[in-house]
C-alpha cells in the first residue's frame, strides 16, 4: 500500500491485521469456544492445546479495560524512534469475543483523556518510520461521542 506522499505503509509485523480503511485484527477461534490473538498463539489453550484453530477477523470495536501510559521506552525487539515519545496503552475488552487486547492509543489522547468503560475503535497508525516506509501497527482510538467530543485530537 502507497499513499500519496509516495510513501509506503506496510504492517511492522505481518499477519496481525488487515490494511485498508476498515482494519480488523487476525485472530482464531478455538474449538472449545475461545478466541486468541495473535492467530498462532491459539495453541495456548490449556483445555485443548492440541485443538484447531480457524482464522477469524476480530471486533474492530471494544471497550477500555484498563490503560496507562509508556513513560519510558519498550525493549528490543521494538524499534524505538529518537527522541523517545511517551504512549498511551489500553487494554480494551472486545465486546463480541470477551477477550482483551492490548494496543497504542492513537497520537493526541492522554490518559487524562481515557475512562475504563470508554469506546474505542481499531485503526492503523504508524509504530516506526524509516526513509521510504511507514510501519504500520493496530492502534485504539476512542468513539467521539458527546462525552469524549473535545478531548484527544
Known amino acids: 500500500m502507497t499513499t500519496t506522499t509516495g ?9 496481525f491485521f488487515t490494511m485498508g480503511d476498515k482494519p480488523q485484527l487476525i485472530g482464531g477461534r478455538l474449538e472449545t469456544g475461545g478466541y486468541c490473538f495473535p492467530l498462532h498463539l491459539g495453541g495456548s489453550d490449556p ?13 474492530r470495536r471494544g471497550r477500555i479495560w484498563s490503560f496507562t501510559n509508556s513513560a519510558y521506552p519498550p525493549p528490543p525487539p521494538f524499534i524505538i524512534t529518537e527522541p523517545y515519545v ?13 477477550m482483551v487486547v492490548l494496543g ?20 492503523l497508525g504508524v509504530l516506526y518510520a524509516d526513509d ?8 485504539w482510538r ?12
Not at 510513501?7 to 499477519?15: D, K, L, N, Q, T
Open 7 to 15: 510513501r509506503a505503509r506496510v504492517p511492522a509485523v505481518e499477519g
Open 132 to 139: 521510504e516506509t511507514d510501519h504500520l501497527t493496530w492502534q
Open 86 to 98: 511517551p504512549v498511551v496503552v489500553a487494554a480494551v475488552e472486545l465486546e463480541m469475543e470477551r
Open 142 to 153: 476512542p468513539v467521539i461521542t458527546e462525552e469524549t467530543f473535545g478531548k484527544g485530537t
Open 104 to 123: 497504542q492509543v492513537t497520537p493526541g489522547w492522554t490518559v487524562d483523556d481515557l475512562e475504563v468503560g470508554m469506546e474505542v475503535e481499531l485503526e
Open 47 to 59: 483445555r485443548s492445546p492440541a485443538g484447531s484453530v480457524d482464522e477469524v477477523l476480530l471486533s
